[in-house]
């Protein structure tokens, strides 16, 4: 079993859009979530970072973590063109040599 | 002040052979990291180095390697190189505080193509 589940999409939605993006994850002891983006032929930037459950808002994106269910889910209201990209969750303890990240979600926001 | 650089951007090179790959992180992180990322998966852990010691080692055969010199600089080295091999190589830049690592500033990384 993976550490991380993603689905890989590819998800497409139309211009000021609501997106929902998931990730589920299999160890309990995960501790540390974030949300990086990645643009073609780039490397991965870092969007958000959450320690515990909750929600954490960060102008147009809300991250959200459920432990109970070892769910993570990020949001991007208002989505943009600009937004298109693979957006990758990682996780992992904050005191760990290694973070485990998802295989990616393909997101085109169309004008 | 720059991110985290790494050389070259593209690498084309014949089965069997070496390569390294090299990475200079953001001035005052301690850590590098070394992640493999082939078309259409997320980065899988290849190393990590703090304060040039290994700290971690992913699930890579004994043909990767890798090293931290004294400016915290960084080097990964892949010996008889496969098809396989083939990848978008990133280097993760961390500012550890206190044991704890805050997230990674990934360079844009090195594709590496083997044929």
């Known amino acids: 079993q993976k550490e991380v589940e993603q689905d890989p999409g590819p998800l497409s939605v139309p211009e000021g859009a609501i997106v929902s993006l998931n990730c589920t994850y299999s160890?309990?002891?995960?501790?540390?979530f974030m949300w990086y983006r990645q643009y073609s032929r780039k490397g991965p930037e870092l969007l958000m970072y959450?320690?515990?459950?909750g929600n954490k808002e960060d102008g147009r994106f809300t991250a959200q973590v459920d432990k109970s269910s070892k769910y993570i889910s990020l949001f991007i209201r208002d989505s943009q063109p600009s937004d298109s990209a693979t957006y990758l969750c990682?996780?992992?303890?904050?005191?760990?040599?290694?973070?485990?990240f998802g295989t990616g979600t393909s997101l085109t926001v169309i004008p | 002040d720059a991110g985290v650089t790494q050389s070259p951007t593209h690498l084309i090179k014949t089965r069997g052979q070496h390569v390294t790959l090299r990475c200079s992180p953001i001035?005052?992180?301690?850590?590098v990291s070394w992640y493999q990322q082939v078309l259409g998966q997320g980065p899988q852990f290849i190393f990590q180095y703090y304060e040039k010691e290994e700290r971690g080692r992913g699930n890579f055969p004994d043909r990767f390697s890798a090293r931290q010199f004294p400016n915290y600089s960084s080097e990964l080295n892949v010996n008889a190189l496969l098809l396989g091999d083939s990848a978008l190589y990133l280097c993760a830049s961390s500012l550890i505080l206190q044991g704890r690592n805050y997230g990674y500033t990934f360079g844009s990384g090195t594709r590496l193509t083997v044929v």
């Open positions: 959450t320690y515990s459950s």
């Open positions: 160890n309990s002891a995960f501790q540390y």
């Open positions: 001035s005052g992180h301690k850590s």
């Open positions: 990682a996780m992992g303890l904050i005191t760990g040599n290694q973070f485990y």
